[in-house]
């Protein structure tokens, strides 16, 4: 064309832009930079053929190959399902009272329980199993319903007042306040002798009015001495440990208005194998206790002292 206009020191055409004097060079794209844009359009026509990648009204379009995240997912849980079976088919071979005592598949079931609870259970019992207000020190010696493996393992497949499972525990202290059972007065005189059992609060008249109260109300669960009936989960009241705390005010609310605290049921939730094995994590966590026989009744559980 007539108009073109060619730049003398380099004899290459200009698009004809100009800036200050500065002109644009209309130099052809480098051959390995075209050879790459259409391999990468070639892809990527191939990507969206092979793989799902169009977004439609209700799904995606499948792909030929069909292949998928979660089927990817699934195959990887099922090889390492597969590479676990010889473990944890021993593991629910093995007793329970037999499973402590065995030096291999022990840690196996430990570290298969570690993994189940930081997914189920750091939520409550917090990711060193230490607790909180309302939720109990999985690794101290304070056991509601017994520490034994066996224990622990029965809480853990029935829970503590779950709804869903007809062997959970139920039991429940009384509102001594908000029902009405106990004056206002007769509670803070209960709560100083509760506390004077573990030496928080001194033996004096307050308490000592509370001793009559505690006799005709509480022994029955928590015993004359106030070490607590594992028949009933009542707590241990005459040591350090208190799972709603052990200020005044708080034995005294928890008096006045009583805690039901809930455990899910986890044998609606996870299979038998990790059950077990989550026991046997709980129990390494250096509270549990020896067995000594198997649980007499359906339902068992952990848990700290409470009033």
Not at 154 to 179: E, Q, V, Y
Request: with cysteine; charged share 15%.
């Amino acid at each position: 064309m007539a108009d073109k206009k060619i730049d003398e020191p380099t004899g290459v055409e200009t698009v004809g832009h100009e800036w200050d004097g500065i002109e644009e060079l209309n130099n052809p794209l480098p051959r390995w930079w075209v050879i790459t844009t259409y391999l990468t359009i070639l892809f990527a026509i191939g990507y969206i053929v092979v793989y799902p990648a169009v977004p439609l009204l209700n799904k995606g379009t499948e792909g030929l190959w069909g292949w998928t995240s979660r089927g990817q997912l699934a195959q990887e849980m099922a090889e390492g399902a597969a590479k676990r079976k010889a473990a944890t088919d021993a593991i629910a071979a093995t007793p329970l009272e037999d499973l402590v005592k065995n030096e291999q598949l022990m840690p196996l079931a430990v570290a298969g329980g570690s993994a189940a609870f930081k997914q189920n259970c750091v939520q409550c019992h917090g990711s060193g199993a230490a607790g909180s207000i309302g939720y109990p020190n999985l690794k101290d010696e304070d056991w509601l319903w017994g520490g034994s493996i066996n224990d622990i393992h029965t809480t853990l497949l029935h829970g503590i007042r779950a709804a869903d499972d007809p062997a959970t525990r139920t039991s429940l202290m009384p509102s001594f306040g908000k029902d009405g059972i106990l004056t206002p007065a007769q509670v803070t005189d209960t709560a100083s002798y509760v506390l004077s059992l573990s030496g928080k609060h001194p033996n004096d008249a307050a308490a000592q009015r509370g001793a009559a109260n505690f006799a005709a109300n509480c022994v029955a669960c928590h015993g004359t001495d106030g070490k607590g009936l594992r028949a009933f989960g009542a707590p241990n009241l005459t040591d350090a440990v208190w799972l709603y705390g052990g200020k005044m005010e708080q034995v005294t609310a928890s008096i006045h208005k009583a805690h039901a605290g809930v455990m899910p049921a986890w044998s609606k939730k996870l299979d038998a194998v990790t059950i077990k094995m989550l026991a046997a994590y709980v129990y390494s966590l250096g509270g549990g206790e020896e067995t000594v026989s198997a649980p007499a009744t359906p339902a068992s559980g952990t848990g700290n002292a409470q009033p």
